[in-house]
C-alpha cells in the first residue's frame, strides 16, 4: 500500500483553501456579514423605541404609573435582543486579524454591550417578578375594599 | 449607514424628552416618568453607540449610556424615598 506523508496532504489543502478562500474575499465577506447583523441590530434596537412609545401613546390616558413598568419593559427585551445583535457583530469583527486600534475599540464597545446586557437582563427579570407581583396581590386589595 | 444611525439616534433622543415630559405631565410621579425616558435615551445612546467610529465619540457614548443607567437604577432602588413631583 502505497501513503502519502501527512505533511505534504497539508500542504496541498492549504494551497487548495488558499485559492479557493483568499484572505481579501474572506476580509470582504465578514465586513459585510458585520455591517448586516450591526444593522439588524440597530434596527431592532429602533424599533423597540417606536414600538415603547405607540405602547405609551396607548396607556396614556389611564394615567397609570405602573402601566409605565410594563412599556419599558417592552422597550428592555428589544434593548437586549438588539444588543445581542451587535455582540454577535463586534464578534464577527474579530474573525480577520484586525489592527490593535480597531481592536481596543472592538473591545471597549464589546465590554459596555456585555455590561449593559448583563445590566438590562437583570432589570427585566426584577421588573417582571414585580409585576408578577402587582397582578398576585392586586386581586386581594380589591377583595379588601369595603 | 453612520449617518443614518446618527440621525435615528437623535430622533430617538428627542422623542424621549417629550415622552418623558408628556409622562410627567400625565402622572405627576417622576420616579414612573423619568426611567421611561431615560431607557429611550439609553436607546438614543445605543445607536449613537453603533454609529461611531472614533475613540471620542465611543467614551462619550459610553459615558452617556452609562450614567443614564446609574441614574434609573438609583431612581429605581431609591423607591421609598419621596421625590419632590410625587403626587401624595
Known amino acids: 500500500m502505497i501513503g502519502t506523508a501527512p505533511g505534504y496532504e497539508m500542504a496541498m489543502s492549504n494551497d487548495v483553501a488558499v485559492e479557493l478562500l483568499p484572505e481579501e474575499t474572506l476580509r470582504a465577506a465578514v465586513d459585510t456579514l458585520v455591517r448586516l447583523v450591526e444593522a439588524a441590530g ?25 402601566e409605565f413598568v410594563r412599556v419599558r419593559l417592552t422597550l428592555g427585551r428589544f434593548l437586549a435582543l438588539g444588543l445581542e445583535f451587535q455582540l454577535a457583530s463586534d464578534i464577527l469583527s474579530t474573525a480577520v486579524a484586525p489592527t490593535w486600534e ?4 472592538l ?15 437583570r432589570e427585566i427579570k426584577e421588573q417582571e417578578q414585580a409585576v408578577d407581583k402587582d397582578q398576585r396581590e392586586e386581586p386581594s386589595k380589591t377583595g379588601n375594599r369595603p | 449607514m453612520s ?21 410627567l405631565a400625565a402622572t405627576r410621579d417622576l420616579r414612573a416618568a423619568l426611567p421611561l425616558m431615560l431607557d429611550l435615551l439609553l ?10 467610529s472614533t475613540w471620542t465619540a465611543i467614551v462619550t457614548a459610553a459615558g452617556l449610556v452609562l450614567i443614564r443607567k446609574v441614574v434609573t437604577w438609583t431612581i429605581l432602588r431609591n423607591g421609598a424615598a419621596p421625590l419632590p413631583l410625587h403626587s401624595r
Open chain 1, 42 to 66: 440597530a434596527a431592532i434596537i429602533f424599533l423597540g423605541a417606536v414600538v415603547a412609545i405607540v405602547q405609551f401613546l396607548r396607556v396614556l390616558p389611564r394615567r397609570d404609573a405602573h
Open chain 1, 107 to 121: 473591545a471597549a464597545v464589546a465590554a459596555i454591550r456585555t455590561a449593559l446586557n448583563y445590566f438590562l437582563s
Open chain 1, 102 to 105: 480597531e481592536l481596543g475599540k
Open chain 2, 43 to 52: 436607546a438614543a445612546g445605543l445607536l449613537r453607540l453603533a454609529a461611531s
Open chain 2, 3 to 23: 449617518h443614518l444611525l446618527s440621525d435615528l439616534s437623535l430622533a430617538v433622543g428627542a422623542a424621549a424628552v417629550v415622552v418623558g415630559a408628556v409622562a
